[in-house]
């Protein structure tokens, strides 16, 4: 497993940072993604910055990733973020297609470039959100759709993946104790309510999900939307 590598997108903190440090405890050699913030520092970790909502920026990614490390086994696409937050009736369609473009088009266009490297065995785990069930908010719509169509999107690099023995799976996690959600602590209160285990995950519970997906316990699993949702 040592000699393993791993990309983790949107490593900087969160469940990227969380997957990060699962994978590290792993065994794998990391390769972790960050737009502004640094990731954490782990033993045979290397940090790549890159803009991927930029054009072009996805594939560069993971060819500077190979260049520098030799290999690639492993693809965690987490980063993405609602960007703008614009009501339904306002939003724009220049800040539709950013949302698209940086949840949906990016994590496709770096598995496109990590098929093209990845062993028999290498692996894809795609990071949803609760969003793609039940359709975001009136001011996330945007991100529900495209992390709807990372789901699917999931399904058919799977059906395309498994002739050359590259397995492609989804974790979708639900409300989750990150920094962001942090902030709105007190307002998500009854939101929080409605989950069945009555409380938020932690990035760590997604992150375990990532590791068993990425280790073997995940030899027999592809094309599948696995949820860490606390029941929803």
Known sequence: MSERVA???GASG??????????????????LHHARSRPPSLP??????????RPGAAASLVRAVVKRLGRLDLLVNNAG???GGTDY????????????????????????EAFKVLPPGGRVVNVSSIAAKFGGSPRSMAYAAAKA???????????????????????????????FHGKFRKAMRPRVA?????????AEDVALMVAHLAGPGGDFVTGQVLCVTGGE
Do not use: H, Q
């Open 89 to 112: 009736l306002s939003v724009t369609e220049r800040e539709f297609d950013a949302n698209l473009r940086l949840n949906l088009t990016a994590p496709f266009m770096l598995a496109r």
């Open 44 to 53: 045979g970790s290397a940090a790549f910055k890159a803009d991927l909502s």
């Open 194 to 202: 409605k989950i069945p285990l009555k409380r938020m995950g932690r």
């Open 7 to 9: 990309l983790v997108t």
């Open 81 to 83: 973020a609602v960007l």
């Open 149 to 179: 169509g990372l789901e699917a999107l999931t399904v058919s690099l799977a059906r395309e993946g498994a002739p050359r023995g590259v397995l492609v799976n989804c974790v979708r996690p639900g409300v989750i104790d990150t920094p």
């Open 14 to 31: 969160g469940i990227g940072a969380a997957a990060a440090r699962a994978l590290a405890a792993d065994g794998w050699r990391l390769a």
